[in-house]
């Protein structure tokens, strides 16, 4: 070792630049830099934030507008039941008898009028049975006149109606009786009485209303079991109590089953199920939902059976549990169905790092994302601030005089402004205007840049003011070089200290201003995200309470990276200006 | 001195005067069919004045229907005057309104204040007598730290953990629900209950710049040539520091707090939204949110006045303190 050593000593001359280490300006900053604990804290902290918003974004698995869902299985209403109470009117094919009539039908029914009125048409209503009345449009065929006793009958001329010697009979008995309907050749007609003259009318039966519900077994007898014909043929047996009763060439037999009157039609001797009747008006909740007759039944009989839970194996042979709500005359069936929800507020797993937000998406992946554009505005606007100030505080050192006078009485100006109002009132004049929000970070970062300026360019003119007095700069008078070049190539290098650490610095304020505007609403808007605009959640004061991974890591990026900042602005102000240690 | 008290003067006027131009300018950008709209709001009010009438009166007064500049003259003829005009957002005076909110941020920043200055000096001069100490270091990063703290995101951890967590204060507000029923001396200690959360939010906001501003400036009147002759001379340590170098620091402290004038006065926007403080930040932050022209006109000017004026005190302390800047 020794002799080496010694070796080597001889063959260096005493000034050779290996003896001598000679530290370059920029190295004995990078020293004392690296020396101080610190700002290599911060430096490393740095390094982490843009590693993880850089790079996070591309080993993320997700992106940052993904909408997270999974199925849950809600109790979704099924079937709604209601005990109908009311009369249900079936309108013949082709005749018309509006809505709005029903009310109309409804009054005459409770008063037993009749007839009735409904616009310029006056209908008859008939009472076939308990609760089953059929409507007609009431046609004038006859008048009748009590002249002295004697009775005449005249038949209306357009009616086409001939008079037989059975409805001369039963017309007069009926109107010396007062009687308000008569039967006559199996038709029934009714009276109109208006003192001496009566009029006749024949009624067409056009509707039924009737308080049973009828459901068809399949989906083929739908159109029979809508059918007024049908209707009225069954509705007519009913009420007479028979147990049978042939409609369009068939015959149908009634069968009661569990509180349920099913009717089935005779099909070459083999009794087929065409549809039940009953009180109860079941009816499902939603589209994709098609309610067999057999289901209907069994709901019915459940309700009937007082019951709050039945059981219906579906079409997989699965038993499906139903549960039943009362409300009123109203029953609720309801069921729990799988249904495709989006996860919102999840808590922390090992697939979402730190859960998900109120619009279902990944935490983690959007303070990735938004990392990018809180580090990006904050760069862009720093370097616009710097250029900024360079271009002014250059000129303004330079020349001195009027134009210095000038520049800075702007600076005065811009420094008047009060700062977060005049953001503020950008960020609600672009919310009228509704900017894209793209767009939106653009703007913000430029009038960022533009009102921050100011600082810099003070910097920079003081020390171009004591600089442009030393002995380098009266030697580019001498030599003579173009004046853009002196202040750009000669001044403005020696301030390049000076500005890094300005720039470091003001990094973090800025980084923490477009936070609190984005916090505000007023910066980073939706889908875009920036830290900011991520503790916005906050606001809320239910997700400030329950859900703390989605605002806290946000606000601890945002310390950290401009804690960071500041500690490597502080390091290099050191490290340029060692006057400061003593 | 007096020559000098006038040119600042007139300086500060134009200065006020073109701030006002740009903020005037900014807020013209707001489309028309918003004013239509505002003013169709505000005539649905109850006890406002018709559509029209709110219309021409908002014309005539800012010239929404001219040019910029004509606009802005017609404003400032009637600002001269005193007239602010009346308030969109809060159907009254705009002076009347200000009136009413002012003394709550003052009362706030005033606490704010004299909390820092206690707390601050003393760490920051601390920190600069022993530099590159545990305690210099301690202070430094807790500066740091200070400074590194949005105002939303701490003010909504002390909420969590105070109001939530721990229920001590109120979420919002400044007085609570039973208020009315207290009796005066109840009431105001109500009031200080609800201050307490804003301030101490404000106050650690503000730890971090004025502790390494003092430590800064101690650390330069300490590597000074006066320092090392009182040294010389023999002076107990406790007079160097007090006497020698703390006076010669009070100096940039003193234009630092005169700085703090407009802060003082013109609230603290943020702090006071977050905790829904009705004073003049929270109230002009719902004002600019809303496009309330008249009132946000009156804040921007109101604020660029006292920014002036705080130049011009911190101009004239700076003679007062430093004999100095009084020859110069």
């Known amino acids: 070792m020794e002799t080496r050593n010694k070796g080597s000593f001889g063959t260096q001359k005493l000034d050779d630049e290996r003896r001598v280490r000679v530290l370059s300006p920029g190295m004995l900053v990078f020293k004392r830099f690296v020396r101080n604990k610190l700002a290599i804290t911060g430096l490393v902290i740095l390094i982490v934030m843009f590693a993880f918003s850089f790079l996070g974004g591309l080993f993320s698995p997700y992106t940052q507008a993904q909408v997270f869902k999974h199925d849950e299985a809600i109790m979704k209403e099924y079937a709604t039941c209601m005990l109908n109470t009311d009369l249900r009117y079936t309108v013949r094919k082709g005749a018309e008898f509006p809505d709005a009539a029903h009310a109309q039908a409804a009054l005459a029914i409770t008063q037993g009028n009749p007839s009735f009125t409904y616009g310029d048409r006056t209908y008859s209503l008939v009472k076939e049975g308990e609760d089953f009345y059929t409507i007609g449009d009431a046609i004038k065929i006859v008048e009748a006149r009590t002249l002295a006793n004697k009775f005449s009958l005249s038949a209306v001329k357009d009616s086409a109606f001939t008079i037989s010697p059975a409805f ?199 303070l990735m994302y938004g990392g990018r554009i809180s580090l990006m505005v904050g760069f862009v606007v720093v370097f616009l ?29 811009f420094n008047c402004i009060p700062f977060y109002p005049i953001v503020m009132i950008i960020g609600t004049v672009m919310d009228k205007m509704e900017i894209d929000p793209i767009k939106r970070i653009f703007i913000l970062m430029a009038v960022l840049g533009i009102l921050g300026w100011t600082s810099i360019a003070r910097v920079v003119r003081g020390q171009i003011l004591s600089l442009r007095e030393q002995d380098f700069m009266v030697a580019t008078e001498a030599t003579g070089i173009r004046v853009s070049r002196k202040i750009f190539k000669h001044l403005v290098p020696n301030v390049m200290p000076l500005l890094i650490v300005q720039a470091t610095m003001s990094l973090g304020g800025i980084i923490i201003t477009e936070a609190t505007l984005s916090f505000l609403g007023l910066g980073v808007k939706y889908p875009l995200a920036s830290w900011g605009s991520i503790i916005n959640a906050a606001t809320n004061v239910h997700i400030m309470t329950n859900y703390w991974f989605i605002w806290i890591p946000a606000g601890m990026l945002i310390v950290l990276t401009v804690l960071g900042f500041n500690f490597v602005g502080d390091g290099l102000r050191d490290a340029f200006d060692p006057k400061m240690k003593r | 001195m007096a020559k000098f008290i006038i040119r600042r003067l007139v300086l500060g006027a134009f200065i006020v005067f073109f701030g006002a131009l740009v903020a005037y300018a900014v807020i ?76 709550y941020s003052v009362i706030i920043n005033a606490f704010t204040f004299v909390l820092q200055a206690v707390i601050c000096i003393p760490l920051g001069i601390l920190a600069a ?198 020859a110069n």
């Open chain 1, 385 to 413: 601030e710097t250029f900024l100030g360079i271009v002014m505080g250059g000129i303004s050192g330079y020349f001195g005089g009027w134009i210095d006078t000038a520049i800075m009485r702007f600076v005065d100006l």
């Open chain 2, 129 to 326: 007598r022993k530099q590159y100490s545990a305690t210099d270091y301690t202070v430094t990063v807790v500066a740091l730290m200070g400074i590194s703290l949005p105002t939303f995101f701490l003010a909504t951890l002390l909420k969590y953990f105070f109001s939530i967590k721990l229920g001590w204060f109120d979420l919002y507000g400044i007085v609570g629900r039973m208020h009315e029923q207290m009796t005066t001396w109840q009431q105001v200690v109500d009031i200080g209950h609800h201050m307490v959360l804003p301030v101490v939010t404000l106050m650690i906001l503000s730890i971090g710049g004025l502790m390494r501003y003092t430590r800064t400036n101690m650390l330069e009147v300490l590597n000074a040539d006066y320092i090392r002759t009182a040294r010389a001379k023999g002076l107990p340590e406790r007079v160097v520091i007090n006497k020698h170098a703390f006076r010669n620091t009070m100096i940039p402290l003193i234009s630092y707090a005169s700085y703090l004038l407009p802060n003082m006065f013109g609230g603290a926007m943020i702090t006071e939204t977050l905790f829904q403080i009705p004073g003049i930040g929270y109230i002009s932050y719902q004002a600019i949110t809303q496009g309330d022209i008249p009132f946000t006109m009156f804040y921007i000017v109101f604020i660029e006045v006292l920014t002036q004026v705080s130049l011009i005190i911190a101009d004239i302390s700076y003679a007062v303190a430093d004999p100095r800047v009084r």
């Open chain 2, 28 to 103: 013209r950008c707001l489309p028309t069919s918003f004013i239509e709209r505002m003013a169709r709001q505000l005539s649905a009010l109850p006890g406002a004045k018709s559509y029209n009438e709110l219309l021409e009166q908002l014309n005539r007064m800012y010239g929404l229907d001219g040019s910029i500049l004509k606009g802005f003259f017609n404003w400032v003829g009637y600002a001269i005057r005193g007239d602010f005009g009346y308030s969109w957002k809060f159907n009254q005076p705009v002076v009347q309104k200000f009136n009413s909110v002012i003394w």
């Open chain 1, 168 to 366: 001369a009979a039963a017309a007069q008995t009926a109107i010396t009786a007062g009687a308000a309907q008569f039967k006559a050749d199996g038709d029934v007609y009714t009276v109109v009485n208006a003192g001496k003259t009566s009029a006749i009318y024949h009624v067409e039966s056009i509707a039924l209303a009737t308080k049973n519900v009828y459901d068809p077994y399949e989906e083929q007898y739908k159109d029979i079991a809508t059918d007024f014909g049908f209707r009225y043929a069954s509705e007519l047996a009913l009420s007479k109590g028979k147990t049978q009763f042939s409609f369009d060439g068939a015959n149908y037999s009634y069968e009661t089953i569990d509180g349920d009157i099913v009717v089935s039609k005779d099909e070459n001797g083999t009794a087929v199920a065409v549809c039940t009747i009953s009180d109860m008006l079941v009816s499902s909740k939603a589209n994709d939902i098609f309610l067999s007759s057999q289901e209907k039944s069994l709901i019915r009989n459940a309700i009937r059976a007082k019951e709050t839970e039945f059981v219906i194996q579906d079409a997989a042979g699965a038993n499906v549990e139903y549960r039943i709500d009362r409300v009123n005359q109203t029953y609720t069936v309801r069921t729990l169905t799988e249904s495709r929800v989006i996860t919102m507020y999840e808590f922390p797993t090992a697939a979402h790092l730190l859960g998900t937000d109120s619009n279902g998406m990944d935490v983690m992946t959007r």
